[in-house]
């Protein structure tokens, strides 16, 4: 079921935000709304905590939000067999 004060609010307080932060809320541990710092967001992103910010948080939130979590993508590689396209550019 969906919480509708909890959906108000969040509504309200969002229709003034860039697209870049609107997926930035939690739930934190007194069950309340909050928006991720920057910073959380980076490290969700995989960032180290001694990656500077140098840029407002408008534009930080849009660059962790357009990168990607290294981690992951060596994961995904690893699933995946290349070999098959490598063996494919040899042949060319």
Do not use: W
């Amino acid at each position: 079921t969906i919480n509708t004060e909890i959906a108000k609010t969040l509504l309200a307080s969002m229709h003034k935000m860039h697209r870049a932060s609107i997926d930035n809320y939690v739930t934190d541990e007194n069950n309340r709304l909050r928006k991720l710092t920057p910073r959380e967001c980076l490290r969700l992103m995989g960032f180290r905590d001694s990656f500077q910010i140098t840029v407002s948080d408008t534009q930080m939130y849009r660059q962790a939000g357009n990168s990607i979590v290294v981690n992951v993508l060596i994961a995904l590689l690893k699933q995946m067999d290349i070999t098959q396209f490598a063996e494919q550019l040899n042949e060319q």
